[in-house]
Nanobody, 129 residues
Framework: QVQLVESGGGLVQVGGSLRLSCAASGRTLSSYTIGWFRQAPGKEREFVAAITWYGGTAYYEDSVKGRFTISRDNAKNTVYLQMNSLKPEDTAVYYC??????????????????????WGQGTQVTVSS
């Protein structure tokens, strides 16, 4: 079992920045892929970014490339999502998720909500104009 706890959400103005954290406990994450997803009201949950723990391979959804950066801290068992140049359309509840797979998930796998077995409770991000 892996427990995930997100933090760092909040209210920010357009063009501002936030850093989300996903703290994992219960297992070492060496064969896990950690993903960030978001869900806006009335919309389906969508992929934002993911990182393979062992190799540190990062994947991004096209609309966040160049603005968001995913990273991990092995010592703290924590994954971060640095979000810059925020837009109103980034407003959503952000969730982190974890999936065990030797070698890590491929991009095609990592974007799929159903690929992940473990989910956090979510953190609200609101970008005001």
């Amino acid at each position: 079992q892996v427990q995930l706890v997100e933090s760092g959400g909040g209210l920010v103005q357009v063009g501002g920045s936030l850093r989300l954290s996903c703290a994992a406990s219960g297992r070492t994450l060496s064969s896990y892929t950690i993903g960030w997803f978001r869900q806006a009201p009335g919309k389906e949950r969508e992929f934002v970014a993911a990182i393979t723990w062992y190799g540190g391979t990062a994947y991004y959804e096209d609309s966040v490339k160049g603005r968001f950066t995913i990273s991990r801290d092995n010592a703290k068992n924590t994954v971060y999502l640095q979000m810059n140049s925020l837009k109103p359309e980034d407003t959503a509840v952000y969730y982190c998720a974890a999936e065990y797979r030797r070698g890590g998930l491929t991009f095609v796998q990592a974007v799929g909500v159903r690929e992940y077995d473990y989910w956090g409770q979510g953190t609200q991000v609101t970008v005001s104009s």
